[in-house]
């Protein structure tokens, strides 16, 4: 592919579409960045592609807003299908035009894996690496098979995934859960408590709705429920919102008839905000991993579109929803999904995580455990995502 006598720039073609993908993707943008020039084969790397905001503060110029592939659920999905077929068409084109040394897709499979194939049925001999499998563990198996047949190499996240893509002849390497490599500084608690005014002792809770239009609009309503019970338990209950850019307003809009609206902060202050925090009340996803990390212990609560509900229900393999638990094999964090997630169940736990120095323990036990099976203590993800990548350029 790549001619190593002559050391020029690579270019590499990024694809994320949420905003784990666009973190995944802008830790391996540094680390790729870090591994070029200096006597290495490529003089530096230049980057085009689909991504974010931390993506595009490493110098990605997004094709277009990542958000537009944001969305989840059948329902949801329908209405917005010919925008994202536009957009996978765009994507696929620009691909062919920009002739990238490497194409790097991040997560959202079901965008990812049609822009790529509509590139491998053109006859691009592009090298194709896949971040984040597929979670063929929990639902779907067949899906291992069919993605050997368009990827060259899947980066995992989690250290037993590579053995069932090894299994169909595709090369697949561990190397680690990025949430590892995130600090949590103590002092940043009390900062950001005296810095709004919570209040060195009260108790805070840290509510988190999720990353999606339609995760807010489902979770906020029964949160607010939730909310209101725990009050009535803890009066000097204090309630912070981390919200992601996008949907701040929509945040805001919706907890403004809360009977005491909480605090909704900018997502630049989430980890000072999980630092100040005694318990969390999160959608299920990375930002429970983010919590695991710092040690803040969390229930969770998920609901998604009845259709879709009744699907996953008849795919999905797996007992629990949370990958802490998963790691474990038992429930170590509380979980509500869809049904069960109600405002007496939410509260009844978080109360007692607030009430319960044993439970608080438990639970903090439990995480660290999981989280040393996803690389805590190891290389950074991004790094060793980066090695892969590179080796890939030089074939």
């Known amino acids: 592919m790549t001619d190593c006598s002559a050391a020029r720039r690579a270019k590499i073609f990024l694809i994320a579409g949420e905003n784990s993908g666009d973190a995944l ?25 689909v991504g974010g905001p931390e993506m595009q503060a490493q110098g990605l110029n997004s094709l277009f807003p990542m958000e537009d592939l944001a969305v989840m659920g059948v329902v949801e999905v329908i209405p917005r299908l010919p925008h994202l077929l536009r957009r996978i068409r765009e994507t696929a084109d620009d691909i062919a035009q920009q002739a990238p040394d490497v194409v790097v897709s991040i997560d959202a499979p079901d965008f990812c894996f049609r822009v790529i194939k509509k590139i491998t049925a053109r006859g691009l001999n592009i090298p194709v690496v896949h971040y984040v499998a597929p979670s063929v563990w929990a639902w779907r198996s067949g899906r291992a098979a069919k993605v050997a047949k368009f990827l060259d190499h899947l980066l995992c996240l989690l250290p037993f995934e590579p ?8 090369a697949a390497t561990f190397v680690g859960h990025p949430v590892v490599t995130q600090t949590f500084p103590a002092a940043a608690g009390l900062q950001f408590r005296r810095r709004h005014g919570l209040g060195e002792t009260a ?27 725990l009050r009535a338990q803890f009066p000097d209950l204090r309630v912070v ?35 100040a925090a005694d318990v969390a009340l999160a959608a299920s996803g990375t930002v429970t991993l983010e919590l695991a ?39 170590a964090v509380p979980e509500f999904i869809q049904e069960n997630c109600t405002a007496d169940n939410l509260a009844r736990e978080v109360a007692r995580l607030l009430d319960d120095p044993q439970a608080r323990g438990a639970q903090l036990a439990g995480a660290n455990l999981a989280l040393k099976q996803l ?17 890939m350029l030089v074939k």
């Open 241 to 275: 919102i981390p919200a992601v850019a996008h949907l701040t307003d929509q945040v805001r809009s919706q907890t403004a008839t809360w009977a005491v609206p909480p605090l909704v902060v900018g997502g630049d202050e989430k980890n000072a905000a999980f630092c």
């Open 163 to 170: 053995d069932y893509f090894h299994r169909e002849g595709l």
């Open 203 to 229: 108790p805070v809770l840290c509510v988190l709705p999720g990353s999606r239009s339609g995760e807010v609009a489902r979770l906020l309503a029964v949160f607010a429920d939730t909310v209101d019970r």
């Open 25 to 49: 993707g802008a830790n391996l943008m540094v680390a790729l960045k870090l591994k070029t020039g200096g006597g290495a084969a490529f003089s530096g790397v230049d980057f085009v592609g």
């Open 375 to 391: 690389g805590l203590g190891a290389d950074a993800p991004g790094e060793r995502a980066a090695d892969v990548v590179l080796k």
């Open 293 to 331: 990390m710092a040690g803040v212990v969390q229930v969770i609560g998920y609901r998604v579109n009845a259709l879709t509900a009744f699907v996953a229900k008849m795919l999905i393999k797996t007992t629990y929803a949370n990958l802490i638990n998963i790691c474990l094999g038992r429930e």
